[in-house]
């Protein structure tokens, strides 16, 4: 009778113990509701990088070819719905315009970004970084800090930003 209970007793611990391991959360696993954070954060913030990094203002902004082109690379970061939304408004070629009005690069410094609701199928983000403008000879001319929020979703595609909204690009800077 002892070592049957004995035996009970150590099954129900090993049971209880192999049950926690697999409890275990890890920065790279999904969330209980199967949407893996830590690289919802990462494409937000490369999506980020890649919009706003401007090394060399070469977009020739009269060539429709080349500016649907350039736009075109990033629908790998969006659904098909928000990269309409965002291409009709010509979104992606305002930081390239502004670089090249001003003569300057922009780099993109401190990128945050904060979860501030996650779904089943998504998670809403706050985000917040600055942008640099530099002037050939390595000046800086300006600082900008911008922030918005962005939504990535499960797609059949993987993970695709959904929603993505940022505090408005000075006008000023459109302007030489």
């Known amino acids: 009778m002892k070592k049957n209970m004995l035996l009970v007793c150590f099954s129900i611990s090993l049971i209880y113990i192999l049950s926690a391991c697999g409890n275990v959360k890890t920065n790279n696993a999904p969330n209980e509701e199967g949407i893996n954070e830590q690289f919802a954060r990462e494409l937000g913030k490369e999506f980020i990088d890649k919009l ?3 090394e060399e203002a070469n977009l020739d902004l009269e060539n429709i070819e080349a500016m649907l082109e350039y736009q075109n690379d990033f629908s790998i970061y969006l659904t098909d719905d928000e990269f309409e939304e965002l291409a009709s408004k010509r979104f992606f070629l305002i930081p390239q315009e502004a670089a090249e009005k001003q003569q300057c690069t922009i ?3 401190n990128i945050e970004i904060k979860i501030s609701n996650v779904g089943k199928e998504s998670v ?3 985000h917040q970084f600055i942008l640099e403008f530099t ?6 001319v300006n600082t900008i800090e911008m922030n918005g929020q962005m939504t990535v979703s499960k797609t059949d595609d993987g993970l695709k930003i959904s929603r993505y909204y940022d505090s408005e690009f000075p006008v000023e800077m459109l302007n030489p």
């Open 52 to 54: 706003y990094t401007v």
């Open 107 to 109: 780099s993109v410094h």
């Open 124 to 126: 809403d983000f706050d």
């Open 135 to 140: 002037e050939e000879k390595g000046n800086e």
